[in-house]
């Protein structure tokens, strides 16, 4: 088989470089391991696919800090407006959340999905399933893709393959092993966007309590960050989306005898002064309850139970607590402490940090500075985002850019 390009991958960053590299007399042929395009598409967003976010142009790209100026050129070229004006004019609604982020008015990140197959079925595209790349070369001018079922001839490659987190869709970290057949650097794929692991069991005490805003704080490098949003407890830590945040700025501080001390502020919209005064009117107003009871009005039961056992006042009524225990209690509720151990494996990562090295990536093509023709897009390359949109937006601005700079090279 022959074609002008040939993508390896049918994810949101290899389905969006085919919709921008068709449309002439270019032949497009996707390649897709799985029975279907779009795997880990489905799972985004605990399936209604955050889109993007509504932030400006300039915050979504300080936000993919160490990898801003990489991500500048291809965010300038397809940013959210376009993005979102890319699916409208397909038919797909959009809603904006209080944070930010951006999702299908349907909540259904399927929809998300049909808009990119539908645009697929121009006639120069064609979509070969179930089809698992086993090698790729360059004889010459023309990229050779080898499967067990196939041999195909390209003159342009567009490596699309994703990282290797949530390999249950078929990230398996292919694309990095192409790449390194070009002579590509890898930098070595971490779990990023993961819970966390804590040395504290009450966490599987407390697992699948949620906290809707909380402020996570912690030390690195002897700088302060900070990581707010929800968070849930789990069977052995945490995890969330202030969670998430917080291990893409800590898992690389983390591993063998190194640990990371959090504070949690589990009231982060309230002053100490403020709950201090609250409280007081509070244990004024029931004084016969236990302490629990009271500060479960702020905090899920279960955690004002482990934090007043845990103060030595579990049993006391609110009219015996002294301004001491109260003083105590406040210091807990604005900083719960927990020490985390290690991230989840990568596996469980929602994203992954390291491959393809964006030292030998063109930002203004995403071609290969080694190897003419070849073009990454996606997680396949060393760049990652926080929560809420923005890995899907550099996934769907990459792809455009790589699409519509293969076309550009091919003329």
Sequence with gaps: MESDICIIGAGPAGMMAACFAAGGS????????????????????GGRCNLTHTATTDEIIKAYKPFDRFVRHCIYEFPPHKLLQFFHCRGLETIEEADGCVFPKSQRASDVKQVLLDELKKPDIRILYGSKVQSVKKDEDTFIILSEKFKIAAKSLIIATGGVSWPQTGSTGDGCKFAQLFGHNIIEPKACLVPLVTQEILCSYLAGIGIENVRISCKINGKKISSPGPMIFTHNGIGGPAVLDLSRLITDQLGKNHKAELSIDLLPDITEQQLDKKLTENFTQYPKRNIASVIAQYVPKALAEIICGAGGFADTAAGQLTKKDRKMLIEKLKSFRLTVLSAEPIEKATVTRGGVDIAQIDPKTMQSRLCSGLFFTGEVINVDGPCGGYNLQFAFSSGFLAGKSAVELLR
């Design 26 to 45: 270019k032949k497009i042929l996707i390649i897709e391991s799985n029975t279907t395009a779009g795997r880990k598409l489905l799972l985004t967003g």
